[in-house]
């Protein structure tokens, strides 16, 4: 199924990230953890790509079998800037071959070596070209693009962060998933402006469950998100006491969700990290609102 069927419904649903083993001792452990998720038949599943394509084969692994054990719509992710063009071909190949629909079409980060070497070099420079790239192959796909609503921590304003976004929906993007946020308030921002820049298709929600105190640090690292003072005080409060903060994460991301659905969001991104209890969770506290 192409996730842009799932899109243009009303109804409301929410879809699960899950990542791909590090390598091949974490392999069943995390099938299984995806399996547990698959269980919960969310929306659709999107199974990330290892940063510079390290553990790609297990991306494509992982997605395939939730879409033919769980017949739950998956979407793959691919990160081009340090692969060639061959390798990123075979890869789509390989996407179709499994039967699957939707690509996250995506740069990834730039490592400090690869800062350093010479651009001019490299097969794609933006997630841009990956999409120009897929487009061109005559590849089928649904395609997925990344989105900052507190800008890409490279870019220096919001203005040229979203030309370059209409870019990569004019070039086939056929909806946009958003980094991590903490406050709803940034979203809508976001959401006037980029409406008003032309940007018309549909807009992903990521929500991230903050369940433990050592996780506040990396993912505020990562996405340079903006943290709340409402959610810095509980960070503060239960941040040491792991079954208390997992509690008060999961009730600060449901209250995230209920506020994006009240406001005319249809499908939220979770963020499970591998995590089918935080998961179960959500959807339990949403059992009604979901239907
Ligand atoms: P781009 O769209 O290329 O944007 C990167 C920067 O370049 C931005 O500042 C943008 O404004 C600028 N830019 C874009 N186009 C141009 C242009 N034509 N000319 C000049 N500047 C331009 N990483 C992984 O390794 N694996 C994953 O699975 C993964 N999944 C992700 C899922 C989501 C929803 C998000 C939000 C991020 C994900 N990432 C993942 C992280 C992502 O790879 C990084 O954020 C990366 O730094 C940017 O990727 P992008 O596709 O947004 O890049």
């Given at each position: 199924?192409?996730?842009?069927?799932?899109?243009?419904?009303?109804?409301?649903s929410l879809s699960f990230?899950?990542?791909?083993?590090?390598?091949?001792?974490?392999?069943?452990?995390?099938?299984?953890?995806?399996?547990?998720i698959a269980a919960l038949h969310p929306s659709f599943m999107?199974?990330?790509?290892?940063?510079?394509?390290?553990?790609?084969?297990?991306?494509?692994?992982?997605?395939?079998?939730i879409?033919?054990?769980y017949g739950v719509p998956?979407?793959?992710?691919?990160?081009?800037?340090?692969?060639?063009?061959?390798?990123?071909?075979?890869?789509?190949?390989?996407?179709?071959?499994?039967?699957?629909?939707?690509?996250?079409?995506?740069?990834?980060?730039?490592?400090?070596?690869?800062?350093?070497?010479?651009?001019?070099?490299?097969?794609?420079?933006?997630?841009?070209?990956?999409?120009?790239?897929?487009?061109?192959?005559?590849?089928?796909?649904?395609?997925?693009?990344?989105?900052?609503?507190?800008?890409?921590?490279?870019?220096?304003?919001?203005?040229?962060?979203?030309?370059?976004?209409?870019?990569?929906?004019?070039?086939?993007?056929?909806?946009?998933?958003?980094?991590?946020?903490?406050?709803?308030?940034?979203?809508?921002?976001?959401?006037?402006?980029?409406?008003?820049?032309?940007?018309?298709?549909?807009?992903?929600?990521?929500?991230?469950?903050?369940?433990?105190?050592?996780?506040?640090?990396?993912?505020?690292?990562?996405?340079?998100?903006?943290?709340?003072?409402?959610?810095?005080?509980?960070?503060?409060?239960?941040?040491?006491?792991?079954?208390?903060?997992?509690?008060?994460?999961?009730?600060?991301?449901?209250?995230?969700?209920?506020?994006?659905?009240?406001?005319?969001?249809?499908?939220?991104?979770?963020?499970?990290?591998?995590?089918?209890?935080?998961a179960a969770?959500?959807l339990?506290?949403?059992?009604?609102?979901l239907?």
């Amino acid at each position: 199924m192409k996730l842009t069927e799932l899109f243009n419904q009303d109804k409301l649903s929410l879809s699960f990230e899950v990542f791909p083993p590090k390598n091949d001792t974490a392999f069943e452990s995390v099938k299984h953890a995806t399996e547990e998720i698959a269980a919960l038949h969310p929306s659709f599943m999107s199974v990330t790509y290892g940063a510079g394509g390290g553990t790609s084969r297990y991306t494509l692994e992982i997605a395939k079998n939730i879409k033919e054990r769980y017949g739950v719509p998956t979407l793959a992710h691919l990160t081009c800037v340090s692969s060639t063009k061959e390798t990123v071909h075979e890869k789509i190949k390989q996407i179709r071959e499994a039967g699957i629909q939707n690509v996250m079409a995506l740069r990834g980060d730039l490592t400090p070596e690869l800062e350093q070497s010479d651009r001019s070099k490299w097969a794609y420079r933006h997630a841009v070209d990956l999409i120009r790239d897929i487009k061109e192959m005559g590849a089928d796909f649904c395609i997925g693009g990344a989105c900052y609503p507190e800008i890409h921590p490279e870019s220096t304003n919001q203005k040229e962060d979203i030309k370059y976004l209409k870019e990569k929906v004019d070039a086939g993007c056929s909806f946009l998933t958003t980094q991590m946020f903490f406050d709803n308030n940034l979203l809508y921002n976001f959401l006037y402006k980029i409406r008003e820049a032309g940007i018309t298709v549909p807009i992903i929600p990521g929500v991230m469950p903050i369940t433990n105190g050592n996780q506040v640090e990396r993912a505020v690292k990562l996405s340079g998100s903006f943290m709340p003072q409402r959610f810095k005080s509980l960070v503060d409060k239960f941040g040491t006491t792991p079954a208390a903060m997992k509690q008060a994460g999961i009730a600060y991301a449901t209250d995230q969700i209920i506020d994006l659905f009240a406001n005319g969001i249809t499908n939220v991104h979770v963020y499970s990290m591998n995590k089918p209890d935080v998961a179960a969770q959500i959807l339990s506290n949403l059992s009604d609102i979901l239907g």
